[in-house]
C-alpha cells in the first residue's frame, strides 16, 4: 500500500512557468486536499475534492487550478508561477463518511525564482 | 475564514519533562486532530476526537476535546528524543480541515 504519493519531491521553476504536481493515492479515499506549508503558518488549504468531478476553493486558491477525474489521481497546476508560490506543498487523502483524519504525501518543495 | 491559534509556538525541554500544549477557535468544529510532521515528512496522524469532552490517549501522548467544541490541548509525558518535531492541531468541519500554526518541540538529551 503506497499511500498518497506525491511527484516531484523538489521542483525550481522560473517565473512565470507552469507545472503540474502530481497527487496519487490507492486508498479508494473519496476526499482529497491540497495544502501549501509556510514557514510559522502551519498548512493553508489551497483546493479540495469531495469525490470524483467535484473540487472547490480552499483558504489561498489563486493562482492555482485542480481537476478529479478520477477517484485516485489530484493534479494541482501552477498556471504562471510567482515567487509567492514558494513553499512546500501537501496533498492529503481521507474516506468520505467515517473516515478519521487525513493522510499526506511527503510533499514537494516548490522554489520559484 | 476560520484560524486556529495554536500555542506555544516553540519549546525546549529537558529529556524526561512532560509537554503541554492547546489550540483554541473562534469556530466550533466536529472534530479536532492532532498531527506530527518529522523534518522533509508529511504531518502523521497522532490522535482524532470526536465528541465535547472526549479525553483520549494514545501511549504517551494525551489529548482533549474542548467542551465547546472550539479548543482542544496535548499532552505528552516522559518526553524522549523521537517526541521531537512540529505538532499541528487541526480542526475539521463538515469538509475541510483547518490547520493550527504548530508548535515546534526541541528536546536537549
Known amino acids: 500500500n503506497a499511500g498518497v504519493t506525491q511527484t516531484p519531491k523538489f521542483q525550481v521553476l522560473k517565473t512565470g512557468q507552469s507545472m503540474t504536481l502530481q497527487c496519487a493515492q490507492d486508498?479508494?479515499?473519496?476526499?482529497m486536499s491540497w495544502y501549501r506549508q509556510d514557514p510559522g503558518m502551519g498548512l493553508r488549504l489551497i483546493h479540495y475534492?469531495?469525490?470524483?468531478?467535484?473540487?472547490d476553493q480552499g483558504e489561498v486558491p489563486n493562482g492555482y487550478n485542480v481537476s478529479r477525474s478520477t477517484t485516485e489521481d489530484f493534479p494541482l497546476r501552477l498556471l504562471s508561477a510567482a515567487p509567492s508560490q514558494t513553499s512546500v506543498y501537501f496533498c492529503?487523502?481521507?474516506?468520505?463518511?467515517?473516515?478519521?483524519?487525513?493522510?499526506f504525501g511527503s510533499g514537494t518543495r516548490l522554489t520559484v525564482v | 475564514g476560520q484560524q486556529l491559534n495554536q500555542s506555544p509556538q516553540s519549546m525546549f525541554i529537558q529529556e524526561g519533562e512532560d509537554v503541554s500544549m492547546n489550540c483554541t477557535s473562534s469556530?466550533?468544529?466536529?472534530?479536532w486532530l492532532w498531527y506530527k510532521q518529522d523534518p522533509g515528512e508529511g504531518p502523521v496522524l497522532l490522535i482524532a476526537?470526536?465528541?465535547?469532552?472526549e479525553l483520549t490517549s494514545n501511549g504517551r501522548l494525551t489529548a482533549q476535546f474542548g467542551i465547546t467544541r472550539k479548543d482542544s490541548f496535548l499532552n505528552i509525558s516522559a518526553s524522549i528524543p523521537s517526541d521531537v518535531g512540529i505538532y499541528f492541531c487541526?480542526?475539521?468541519?463538515?469538509?475541510?480541515?483547518?490547520f493550527g500554526q504548530g508548535t515546534r518541540l526541541t528536546i536537549n538529551p
Open positions: 469556530s466550533i468544529f466536529n472534530t
Open positions: 492529503a487523502s481521507r474516506r468520505g463518511q467515517g473516515g478519521n483524519g487525513y493522510t
Open positions: 475534492s469531495v469525490g470524483a468531478g467535484i473540487t
Open positions: 476526537l470526536y465528541k465535547a469532552g
Open positions: 487541526a480542526g475539521r468541519g463538515a469538509q475541510k480541515l483547518v
Open positions: 486508498m479508494n479515499h473519496e476526499y
